[in-house]
Structures are given as structure tokens and as C-alpha cells.
């Protein structure tokens, strides 16, 4: 009996220490997201600061990284953090975090109530000697049917709220901007472990994509430059304007060897983009479209954010991120060499897939 009782004590003991290991290291490994926004901040205020110092800092390189860092502690400490969220920038960034808040506040109420509840009835019920022993009960149908429909209530009222309005689901994915003029179209290409981000050029016309014609480091995601693509801009990072729906296409991208002519299947990505909270998969042989807003008058312009793939793709897939930035006309001019407003591109080409390629040439 006494060997029993030590024996439990140990183990309790053990599950203690190992659930006490556990909360430790989630906090660990969680501490980085909470402190990514400062990063952010302090890196975006380097950028800024770079310009000013660097004609009167390159003699003295002390003083140049003094003030930068002093002007990178000023940035982080005038954004003001949302937890680990950065700053929405979308035109529906801001409903989509209400949504969140919303979820986060119910599952928080109703965690509370349950561990309260767990923990009341751990200490009241506790084992006391001259008590009565504890009894297993089958339960209480009337509580369980109770709980569970004002679950269903609650989820069912969560799904209905976000179906509508500018942040409902409707409008983030089922309506695309039409093409034309105002809407600045991007073919989005994903491969392991990189990112291509395809522009019409001054003519309008995207190019048409051959696997055949890759060839990495000349022609990276195989742009046809004898038709409409000899003049389409290829660039590793994203630029848009603000206050104009971006369209996207996006192609996860196989991979050609030119040399041993192998082609490699795409894999499935997902572009994220946080500050957009914009996500949406790469699927192999499937494109599909996405779209946002950049809002306007936010002070959103000249800023950089980031794309990342949010979908593990292979062992480069930490790697796979790019640049996004948000310019002016004049910006957009110099990233882009054309002017993008001047002969607006109406639609995308078909994605030909790398079995129908071979076909046609046959
Ligand atoms: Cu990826």
C-alpha cells in the first residue's frame, strides 16, 4: 500500500516536471513571434535612417551605427504592438482581425470557465481522510445536450458573421477584381525554394510560360521572350501601388533541367503574407487567383513587408521568402522600368502545364 502511494506520488511528480518542461519550452520557442514586430520596426527604421547618415556617417562608422540603432529603438518604440500581430494593411486586414478578436474573446471566456471550474472542483473534491471515496457518474444529459447546442449556436453565428460585408468571405475570395485599368495584375510563380513575381511590361501583355524554357539563372520560371514576354518584367520581389486592387496569379512552378531534360513536379506552397492576412496555397497543376487592396493615405508607401511560403515544401522551405513593398507612381516607375497605368494588361494567358506542353509539340 505505502509502495503504491510512493510510487503515485513519484509519478504525479514526474508528469508535473514534464508538463512544467513542456509550458517552458513552448514559451522558448514562442518567444521569437512575440518579439518579432520590434524586429521589424527596428530593421524598417534602419532602412529609413540609412539615407540621412550616410552622407555625413561614412567617416565615422561608430557614430553612423550609434544612430541607427538610436532611430531603430525610436521606430520600435512608436509602433505600438498588437500582441504578435504586425499591422494590418489591407483594405479587409481590419475585419479579418475583429473576426479574430472575436474568437480569441469566446474561446478565452470559455477557457477560463472550464479551468476555473476544473480547478474549484480539484481543491473541493481533493482527498481528505473521513470523506467519502469518489464515485464515477454516467453524467448529465440535459447539461450535455445544453453545451453542445450552445457550441453549435456559437460557431454556426461566427461562420454566418464573416460570409458578408468587405472582410466576409465572399468578397476575399470569391470577388476578383476585374482587369483593366485601375488593377494591377501579377502572375506569382512559387518553386523550391524561390519566389518570381511576373509584370506585363509596357505592352500589356503577359507573357506565355514554358517549362521547356527554364533555364535557371537566364529564363527562371521559362518565360516565352520571343512573344508579349519579351518585354515582361521578372523581378524576386513584389512591388505594388497602394489604394488599387492587386490580382494575383498564382503557379507553383515545376522544375526543367535543360541539360538532361528532366522535368521535376511542382510541389504545393501557400502565399502568406501577414501584414495583408492574405494566405492562400500554391496547388500544383491548379492556379488560382487572389486579390487585395493596399490601403491608401496609411503611410504604407516605401515600406517593406514580407511573402512567405507557408507550406513546408521541402528542406529550402525556411528559406522561401520575398520582398514587398508598397511605392508610389514614381517608385513603381523606377522597380518596374515601364509605366504600368499607361497600356493596363485585360487578361492572364492560359497556364499550360508542363504534359500538355509536350503534346503541343509533338
Ligand atoms: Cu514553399
Not at 28 to 43: D, S, T, V
Request: hydrophobic share 40%; net charge negative; with cysteine.
Amino acid at each position: 500500500m505505502i509502495l503504491t502511494r510512493e510510487k503515485g506520488r513519484a509519478g504525479q511528480l514526474g508528469r508535473f516536471w514534464l508538463s512544467f518542461g513542456l509550458l517552458a519550452v513552448t514559451l522558448i520557442l514562442a518567444a521569437p513571434a512575440w518579439c518579432q514586430e520590434e524586429k521589424g520596426a527596428a530593421a524598417a527604421g534602419a532602412v529609413q535612417a540609412e539615407p540621412a547618415v550616410k552622407e555625413e556617417g561614412a567617416a565615422n562608422p561608430g557614430a553612423r551605427l550609434a544612430e541607427q540603432i538610436a532611430t531603430a529603438q525610436e521606430a520600435a518604440a512608436a509602433k505600438k504592438t498588437l500582441l504578435w500581430m504586425p499591422d494590418a494593411i489591407s483594405t479587409y486586414g481590419k475585419g479579418v482581425d475583429d473576426l479574430f478578436w472575436l474568437i480569441f474573446w469566446i474561446t478565452g471566456v470559455a477557457w477560463v470557465i472550464v479551468m476555473g471550474l476544473m480547478l474549484y472542483f480539484l481543491i473541493r473534491y481533493r482527498h481528505r481522510e473521513g470523506h467519502d471515496k469518489a464515485h464515477y457518474t454516467h453524467g448529465n444529459n440535459k447539461l450535455e445536450v445544453t453545451w453542445t447546442l450552445v457550441t453549435i449556436v456559437i460557431l454556426v453565428f461566427i461562420g454566418v458573421i464573416q460570409l458578408w460585408g468587405d472582410s466576409g468571405w465572399f468578397n476575399i475570395r470569391l470577388r476578383l477584381p476585374e482587369m483593366g485599368k485601375d488593377t494591377f495584375p501579377v502572375r506569382v510563380y512559387g518553386e523550391q525554394f524561390a519566389w518570381h513575381f511576373n509584370y506585363p511590361g509596357k505592352d500589356g501583355k503577359f507573357g506565355d510560360q514554358r517549362h521547356s524554357y527554364i533555364q535557371s539563372g537566364v529564363n527562371p520560371v521559362g518565360l516565352d521572350r520571343d512573344g508579349p514576354g519579351k518585354d515582361d518584367k521578372l523581378l524576386p520581389k513584389l512591388v505594388v501601388p497602394e489604394g488599387k486592387e492587386v490580382l494575383i496569379q498564382l503557379i507553383s512552378l515545376g522544375k526543367y533541367n535543360l541539360d538532361t531534360e528532366i522535368y521535376t513536379h511542382p510541389v504545393l506552397h501557400s502565399f502568406f503574407s501577414p501584414h495583408l492576412r492574405l494566405k492562400r496555397d500554391l496547388v500544383p497543376y491548379n492556379e488560382g487567383n487572389i486579390w487585395f487592396e493596399v490601403e491608401a493615405g496609411k503611410g504604407h508607401v516605401g515600406k517593406k513587408f514580407e511573402i512567405v511560403c507557408a507550406e513546408l515544401c521541402g528542406e529550402g522551405h525556411s528559406k522561401m521568402r520575398a520582398d514587398f513593398e508598397v511605392l508610389d507612381e514614381a517608385g513603381l516607375l523606377k522597380a518596374l522600368g515601364y509605366d504600368w497605368n499607361a497600356q493596363p494588361a485585360t487578361e492572364f494567358p492560359e497556364v499550360v502545364h508542363y504534359y500538355k506542353e509536350e503534346k503541343d509539340e509533338e
